[in-house]
Structures are given as structure tokens and as C-alpha cells.
């Protein structure tokens, strides 16, 4: 019932009154958590011409100082170099697959009967104790063959049936409050149209592998190989992102066990931490057959020495789980980081990879992401691919540049919008092999 002026009565217009002071403190206080977990730092650089002076170093200069000039010499030897770092210095160390994982699957009709929702369960064995995860899949009804997939954590709100826009979604372990960020997940209208494309669409529940929180990360993943209660952990032990990378390869395993998905076609997606543990993920898994990082920023496509928006002493600082112990020595002192995001990108190709950009989205950096995807071509080229497709410049807003590496930069916030999503679904179509579809 609308309300117009003269009906409002006094007890109306107390309760008005009162529900827009609950309002008002709500947003308040949302926005100052928000400021403080998630917003900028104050200190953060927005401004190009405060960039330092940076050299990055040449993926394809090896530690011995010698260029490489073959695919052999960069795939039997640069790259392993390369990922030795990472693994080192950045993310930590890789985690063994499990010893055993049993699956349980349950799946119903879902979307007016137009497709399928799958909820599956997976419980790991690893050498020292178990670890779950769920993983909750929508799929076209009737598909005509095994489907390529979308799979990423938090990739849509698993609680609702169609998957709602703007639903529930935890961070820092604390449910945000709906309506927060309308576009932070595709809502059913974007799963449907992902599902009539002829993906499947597929989200990760990470709390069981590694929740986000820097008190309880070790309990999950972590444990079954690094006992959770060790005393003390080595500088390269892996943070909550190669937990994460860990379950995206895991859900790539019940892929391979299960007729309806081509498990050689299976697209990593995420955003923000969930687009750097993708990204982690690919340069783990080669069996991921492409990557999409949305917005993923410091720790994901953004590079780390142009010290823009988000730093690594900003990102260490707030999210000390995240990555390992080593990555702490560069808090700001990125000039002595060996490697920079444009080589964690590299070690994805020659597959394809897809950076998505938010040109209000400063705290992650839109034109570090862009120039690690510049400066990673020359390996994708190496490798006989037509990598961003002879872009040298950061496109107009809003258009999809590139091949085997994508690109866009989106007008607006940070977020994983309906438009970024039908990029990707253009540029997948591309990249992805039509024959399996
Ligand atoms: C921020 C963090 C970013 C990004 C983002 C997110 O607080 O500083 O690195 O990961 O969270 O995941 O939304």
C-alpha cells in the first residue's frame, strides 16, 4: 500500500522516523566496516603521476640472466623458475591432492525446469586428517554433450533457488547484509543466460577448505597436509588463496568423474580475492582449460610495483592468511620483489586468460592489471599464440580487446557486473573450442 503524506499518522510517522535512524546507523556502520575490511586504505595512491619510477622484470630473462628465445627453453625450465618464486615468496607452496575424496550428489530440476542444480559434496582424506567442500552446479537441461563449466568460489548465493541477485554472500566470515552491492552476484537472469549459451555454472563453498578469517584459515586444506596446530609455520607455507586455488583443482576432479561436464573445458572465474585465487589456481592446474579474473587487484592481475591502490603492505596488513609469511618481506618494498603479476599470468599461458577492470575500482589498480596482460603477451606470442592481439593501449570503456588474453575495462564499481559476465561469455565462446559445446 502506498503511503501518501496525509495518511501518515503520528505512530506512521515515529516508525518512518525510527526505521530511517535504524537505516541511517545501518548504513553507517556498514560503511565504516566496510571502510575498515574492505574500502581503501587512506594512504593508498590514486594518482598516475604518483606512480614510482619501476622496472619489471623480464619473464623471459631467466635467474641466470640469459633471455629465452623457445617454447622448450620457457616450458622446460624458465617457467618452473618462475613458479618456484611465486610458490616461495607470494602464494606458498602448492598442496598435495588428497589421498582419497568421496563424493556425494544429489540434483533436482531447478529454474522452471529448464535446468539442473546439482549439490555436491566432497569429503578429502589427506595424510593427516579430512576436509570438506560444497559445490553447487547449475546446468542446462538436456544438453546435447559434456559441458564446458564456470566454476569459482562464491561464483552466485548457493542458498537460493534461482540464485538471487545481491543475495547472501559471507566475507571475513560475517554474512554481508543484502542489498550491500546489487551486482556483486549474477543473479538467475545472468545463470540463465550462462546456462542458454551452453556453460554450466558452478560455485565453490571455501569454509570447509579454508574459511576466510585470519583465526581459523588453518583448519581445512591447510591441515591435512600442514597440521593446523603445528608450532610455528615455515616462511612458505600457503595461505588461504592456495587453498582456495586447491579447491577450484578439486572441483576440476569431480568434473573429470561426471559424464555431463567436459572436464577439459573448464573455465576458472572469480572476483577480487576470489579472481587471485583463480589465477593462482591456473598457474597451478593446467588442466584448467582458461581463466577470468574479475577485478582481482594486489595478489591477483594488479601489478605490485606501480604501489597503486592496494599495496602489499596494505593486503598483508588486513589479510595476513592470504598469503604465505614471505610475501611480508616486500611490504613496502615492492622494488625487491622478484617476480610481478604480469609472470603469474604468464604462467597460465598458452591457455586463455581474461582480466576484467572496473574504471572506478582505483584500489585495484585498472591500469596494472591492464599492463601485467601487456607485459605477459610477449610469453603468450612465445608460445604461439595471438596473445592481447596487437593492443598496446588501455581500451574505451566498456569493449573487449584481445584473443588468448582478454581485456576490458567496465564503467563503474567493483563488482562482477551482468556485462562483464556476457563479455566473458563472448570472449569463452572464442576461446573455448566450439566442437565441445
Ligand atoms: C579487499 C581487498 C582486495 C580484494 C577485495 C575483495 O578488501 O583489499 O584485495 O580482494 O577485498 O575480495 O572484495
Redesign the pocket.
Known amino acids: 500500500m502506498a503511503i501518501s503524506g496525509n495518511d501518515l499518522s503520528l505512530r506512521t510517522i515515529s516508525t518512518l522516523h525510527t526505521n530511517h535512524f535504524l537505516r541511517t546507523a545501518m548504513v553507517l556502520f556498514v560503511g565504516l566496516f566496510m571502510l575498515f575490511?574492505?574500502?581503501?586504505a587512506a594512504d593508498a595512491n590514486k594518482e598516475e603521476s604518483k606512480v614510482p619510477p619501476y622496472t619489471l622484470p623480464d619473464p623471459l630473462v631467466n635467474n641466470a640472466g640469459q633471455s629465452v628465445n623457445t617454447p622448450e627453453q620457457w616450458t622446460n625450465g624458465r617457467r618452473d623458475e618462475l613458479f618456484q618464486i611465486f610458490s616461495d615468496q607470494v602464494y606458498g607452496k602448492s598442496l598435495a591432492p588428497p589421498k582419497a575424496t568421496k563424493s556425494t550428489v544429489h540434483q533436482r530440476d531447478a529454474i522452471g525446469g529448464k535446468a539442473i542444480r546439482k549439490e555436491v559434496r566432497l569429503e578429502f582424506e589427506g595424510e593427516t586428517g579430512q576436509c570438506l567442500m560444497d559445490l553447487t552446479i547449475y546446468q542446462p537441461k538436456n544438453a546435447a554433450g559434456p559441458l564446458p563449466v564456470f566454476v569459482g568460489i562464491h561464483v552466485f548465493d548457493k542458498n537460493h533457488e534461482p540464485p538471487l541477485p545481491g543475495g547472501r554472500i559471507v566475507?571475513e566470515g560475517k554474512p554481508i547484509p543484502e542489498g550491500i552491492d546489487p551486482k556483486l552476484l549474477p543473479g538467475a537472469e545472468t545463470i540463465q543466460r550462462i546456462l542458454e549459451r551452453g556453460y554450466a555454472v558452478a560455485t565453490i563453498e571455501p569454509d570447509g577448505i579454508s574459511a576466510d578469517d585470519a583465526n581459523t584459515f588453518l583448519k581445512g586444506a591447510l591441515t591435512i597436509d600442514w597440521p593446523a596446530d603445528k608450532k610455528g609455520r615455515t616462511p612458505n607455507d600457503p595461505g588461504a588463496l592456495s587453498a582456495w586455488a586447491w579447491a577450484i583443482s578439486r572441483a576440476v576432479d569431480y568434473f573429470a568423474t561426471d559424464k555431463d561436464f567436459d572436464a577439459t573445458k573448464v573455465i576458472a572465474i572469480g572476483?577480487?580475492?576470489?579472481?587471485?585465487a583463480a589465477l593462482w589456481a591456473g598457474a597451478n592446474d593446467a588442466r584448467l582449460a582458461a581463466v577470468i579474473s574479475n577485478?582481482?587487484?594486489?595478489?591477483?592481475a594488479a601489478l605490485s610495483k606501480r604501489i597503486f591502490g592496494?599495496t602489499v603492505a596494505?593486503?598483508n596488513d588486513?589479510?595476513p592468511h592470504?598469503f604465505c609469511e614471505n610475501f611480508r618481506q616486500y611490504n613496502n618494498q615492492e622494488e625487491k620483489l622478484p617476480v610481478d603479476q604480469h609472470e603469474l599470468i604468464a604462467l597460465i599461458a598458452p591457455r586463455p586468460v581474461y582480466i576484467g577492470s572496473a574504471e572506478q575500482d582505483l584500489?585495484?589498480d585498472p591500469k596494472g592489471e591492464f599492463l601485467s596482460a601487456l607485459n605477459a603477451d610477449p610469453v603468450y606470442r612465445l608460445l604461439g599464440t595471438r596473445g592481447l592481439g596487437g593492443v598496446k593501449e588501455m581500451p574505451p570503456l566498456n569493449t573487449s580487446v584481445g584473443e588468448t588474453i582478454g581485456y576490458h575495462v567496465r564503467s563503474g564499481e567493483?563488482s562482477l557486473s551482468d556485462l562483464d559476465w556476457m563479455l566473458y561469455l563472448d570472449w569463452a565462446d572464442r576461446v573455448i573450442p566450439k566442437s565441445a559445446k
Open positions: 575490511e574492505e574500502g581503501d566475507k572476483h577480487s580475492r576470489r579472481g587471485k577485478e582481482s587487484g594486489c595478489g591477483g592496494e596494505h593486503i588486513r589479510f592470504w584500489w585495484a567493483h
